[in-house]
């Protein structure tokens, strides 16, 4: 589901949570044989030594991943704008969530590129605990992805195969069961158990709504994975509330797909 050539992006500010995001933009630009992209914004509430930020990370990432390409860029301008732009020629935006060590890589940030990014855009919620190389990456738990029948689940879908294949390990399809018929969501599975037999898959539908249902699966979740929907008059997809909301409040990373 990434784009050929493209690198995957990862922004910094010199704070841990943006350090573990890091580590997670690193294993998956080794995942998928990628250029792992280390972007610093300067601004005048940021660090005032913006190469150091993004050397420093570079070589976090070259020490966690041997065998990856990194490279750097220190641009001005915000945070969310940089890596806005940034995402026009990424396969994907990383970025910490819900800094509290004086980050400017904040869960608004995080937010603003799921709903406005040109790529799909992974939020490292709370990224500080994984920035301890002694602090291992999530290995055995499952990868979930929302699903309701609509395209952006099904690229949702597309992603978390892809992703859990790679990790080898299941991916279990939730369903908020007020949205539409269990059985209509668990039939449009189908085609996907035949595509992908060597992927353990589970269904899980829920009567709760929503939000409740999705933040609930995050909490044993490697990563949760959602697709952006059309709202409103937008001709851009973009997240709903709701799923912007996800991005505030699940306890895993949430990778937000985008279409192509």
Not at 82 to 89: N, W
């Amino acid at each position: 589901m990434l784009l050929e050539h493209s690198p995957i992006v990862v922004g910094v500010d010199g704070s841990t949570a943006a350090l573990g995001a890091v580590r997670w933009a690193a294993d998956e630009a080794a995942r998928h044989d990628r250029v792992l992209r280390v972007v610093h914004a300067m601004s005048w509430e940021g660090p005032a030594d913006g190469q150091g930020v993004v050397l420093d990370a570079a070589a976090e990432a070259r020490a966690w991943q041997p065998g990856i390409a990194v490279e750097t860029m220190t641009l001005g301008g915000a945070p969310a704008r940089v890596l806005r732009e940034q995402s026009r020629t990424a396969a994907l935006v990383v970025i910490g969530g819900r800094v509290h060590d004086g980050g400017l890589l904040d869960a608004s940030v995080g937010a603003h590129l799921a709903g406005f990014a040109h790529c799909p855009v992974l939020v490292v919620n709370n990224g500080w605990r994984w920035a301890d190389p002694m602090s291992a990456l999530p290995a055995h738990a499952p990868v979930v992805v929302g699903v309701d029948g609509s395209p952006s689940s099904q690229r949702a879908l597309a992603y978390g195969y892809t992703e859990a294949a790679s990790r080898h390990v299941p991916l279990v399809a939730v369903h908020a069961g007020r949205a539409r018929p269990h059985e209509v969501v668990a039939a449009e599975m189908e085609p996907w158990l035949r595509r992908h037999p060597e992927v353990e898959t589970r269904f899980d539908s829920r009567d709760t709504g929503v939000l409740e249902t999705l933040t609930e699966a995050a909490r044993s979740a490697l990563m949760l994975i959602v697709g952006a929907h059309r709202v409103g008059w937008y001709e851009q997809p973009r997240p709903n509330p709701v799923t912007q909301m996800v991005v505030h409040h699940a306890a895993s990373p949430v990778l937000v797909t985008r279409s192509v």
